[in-house]
Structures are given as structure tokens and as C-alpha cells.
């Protein structure tokens, strides 16, 4: 049988982090007459408008970034003529689920049915909450963003002159669309993936076999409009014998949740891209 419950569903080019981190937010988006907690597991919050409305909800169904599932555990809906307590036992279900690069919230209120006295005022209800009040806090909302330092090494089975060298053939070994220049200080060049991201770095210090420094000076990430500029990316070379230890450190703003993204990337980069290339390039 088809479900009939209240459904309503809202497209935003934010994050699924984003989204998740504004559903705990009760009462910045639905009502501040709250009480209690809406983060965790088990949690449990009190929407309460004196003579109107009385509602208390228990979080039954927390997935990160996916999912999360209230059970109103009791309520009283005063102008209810017949039973002021139909919203007992309902569920407001929330699903996240991203689509090329946007995000799409899909909200249920399960056993909100037309059946019920309380259908019609309840569902223009919820169209201004979800459709307005949520859809526009989630609209100005930010990933949390947090300065973070991360640094990995690889030696290489060359000397610090071939290593320098080949750092600065970006365009050979960097996993993304580049263009420009990125041979001397003060040379600018883009890092592009599709309409996805874009940023444009700038050479700030160049030491001839011992350091090369980029700075982030545009950004822009499009599915939720993050942006990093002002990020270093730091290559330093120390000689050993005849190998050479190379030293990358970025040093900027991440969005709390992505570390380990971060590792993984930064990994990437240096332990595989540039290492297969250097080492191919001179066998």
C-alpha cells in the first residue's frame, strides 16, 4: 500500500555534512520553544507553544550525513476537537542523499495522513518549516572549518636538483586539469576538476633544490561553496647521500569532518602521483 504521510523535499548545493549538522539544530530552524537535546542517539527535545502545540521526540535513528529518524514519544495538539494526541507514534524521518552536486533532504512525517483532523494544518505547517525555515538556515550555513597542518615524506632515489626540477612539472603529475606557469617565483597556475572545484596557487618562495612554497590565492568548491584560500602547500627537499627526503606540508583551513580525506589525498599526490612519475620520467 502507498504512503499516504505528509512528504516534502528540498535540493540545496550544500554538503550532506552541512545538512546533517543543521538537523541537530532544532531550534534555530523549527521553534526556539524547545527543550532537551536533538544530536544523539536517544536524544530527546520538547516542542512546546502553550495552548497550541506539545510535542516531545526521541531520536530513534542518527546515520551520519544520512539519516536521521524522530519518534514523538507524546503530544497534545490543543485545537484538535476529536483525539489531541494523533502526532503519538508518528515518525519525522529525514534522508539525505547527494545527486552530481547538489544534495537532496527528503523529509516524512510518517503517519501524518489525510485521514487524520490534524492533515491540512499540519501539512501548511511543515511546508513553511521544511520549505522555508530549514531550506533557508541550511542556505546560510557553512561547513565548520578548523586551520589544520598535515605533513607526509617519501624518499626519492635521486638528488635534490632532479627532485626540484621535477616538482616544478606540475602539469605532468598533479591529478587534475592545469594550466599556467609553475617554474619560478611568483608563477600562477590552476588546479581545476571539472565544474567541481577550481583553485589558483601562486609561487611565494622559490629555493633552487632546497624549497618550493604555493599559496592558495583563489578557491572555490561548488557543491557547498567551500573555499581554501590562503593554504600553503610546502615541498622542502633535505639530501641523503644520494637520495633526497622530500618534506610536503599543507597548512590551511579543513572542514572538520574531512580529515581523513585530507590524508588521503595529500597521500595520494606525493606517495603515488609524484613518485611514479619521478621515478618513470628517469628510469
Not at 476537537?81 to 544534495?103: L, P, Q, S, Y
Not at 633544490?209 to 581554501?228: A, G, M
Request: overall charge negative; glycine content about 4%; some cysteine.
Amino acid at each position: 500500500m502507498k504512503n499516504t504521510s505528509y512528504t516534502a523535499t528540498i535540493e540545496v548545493e550544500k554538503s550532506p555534512q552541512v545538512i546533517f549538522n543543521c538537523l541537530k539544530e532544532v531550534p534555530k530552524w523549527w521553534s526556539k520553544d524547545f527543550e532537551g537535546k536533538s544530536s544523539e542517539l536517544n536524544d530527546e527535545f520538547i516542542i512546546h507553544h502553550p495552548n497550541a502545540h506539545f510535542s516531545k521526540q526521541k531520536l530513534i535513528e542518527v546515520v551520519p550525513d544520512k539519516k536521521m529518524v524522530w519518534l514523538v514519544i507524546e503530544s497534545t495538539l490543543y485545537w484538535l476537537e476529536k483525539n489531541k494526541h494523533e502526532w503519538t507514534n508518528t515518525k519525522m524521518i529525514f534522508d539525505i542523499n547527494t545527486a552530481g552536486d547538489k544534495t537532496t533532504l527528503r523529509f516524512i512525517h510518517d503517519g501524518l495522513v489525510p485521514e487524520k483532523e490534524s492533515y491540512e494544518r499540519c501539512s501548511k505547517g511543515w511546508n513553511m518549516v521544511i520549505k522555508d525555515w530549514l531550506l533557508n538556515y541550511i542556505n546560510k550555513s557553512k561547513e565548520k572549518i578548523r586551520d589544520c597542518e598535515y605533513s607526509t615524506s617519501i624518499e626519492v632515489p635521486f638528488p635534490p636538483g632532479v627532485v626540484f626540477e621535477h616538482i616544478n612539472e606540475v602539469s605532468d603529475w598533479w591529478p587534475e586539469e592545469v594550466e599556467g606557469q609553475s617554474a619560478k617565483l611568483d608563477d600562477e597556475f590552476t588546479f581545476r576538476s571539472g565544474s567541481m572545484h577550481y583553485s589558483k596557487q601562486k609561487i611565494v618562495e622559490f629555493l633552487p633544490n632546497e624549497r618550493v612554497v604555493w599559496l592558495v590565492i583563489e578557491s572555490i568548491r561548488k557543491p557547498d561553496n567551500y573555499e581554501w584560500t590562503g593554504t600553503k602547500m610546502t615541498f622542502e627537499l633535505i639530501p641523503s647521500g644520494d637520495k633526497t627526503l622530500l618534506n610536503f606540508t599543507y597548512n590551511g583551513p579543513v572542514p572538520e569532518n574531512e580529515n581523513d580525506r585530507l590524508v588521503q589525498v595529500c597521500d595520494m599526490v606525493i606517495k603515488e602521483k609524484f613518485y611514479d612519475y619521478i621515478t618513470k620520467v628517469k628510469k
